[in-house]
């Protein structure tokens, strides 16, 4: 069974940095390219960053040179470092397969960027 589960979310003042860290269950870590994803209150979840088995990276404009995605295949983890960070940041934020895999979205970890 496939199980993600997200940490490193917390409160921060705009311009901070978080690292965010998503620890893999089960052997579909390592042939899947993996992803954060993002939901505001009010808003449809949104993926912020993407790393291919072999990784490739990308990112949308709205997080491009702030957030850096990688993996760690032999722990079976996806880590996202965010910088710069801006009160829009603010989210819960998910890991899960890119395309994502319903059943296999976890609790995530809430990001406040506040002042």
């Known amino acids: 069974q496939v199980q993600f589960v997200e940490s490193g979310g917390g409160v921060v003042q705009p311009g901070g940095s978080l690292r965010l860290s998503c620890v893999a269950s089960?052997?579909?870590?390592?042939?899947?390219?993996m992803g954060w994803y993002r939901q505001a209150p009010g808003k449809q979840r949104d993926l912020v960053a993407r790393?291919?088995?072999?990784?490739?990276?990308n990112y949308p404009d709205s997080v491009k040179g702030r957030f850096t995605i990688s993996r760690d295949n032999t722990k079976n983890t996806v880590s996202l470092q965010m910088n710069s960070l801006k009160p829009e940041d603010t989210a819960i934020y998910f890991c899960?397969?890119?395309?994502?895999?319903?059943?296999?979205w976890g609790q995530g970890t809430q990001v406040t960027v506040s002042s």
């Open positions: 899960n397969t890119k395309p994502p895999i319903r059943v296999y």
């Open positions: 089960g052997s579909l870590f390592t042939s899947a390219s």
């Open positions: 790393i291919t088995r072999s990784g490739i990276r």
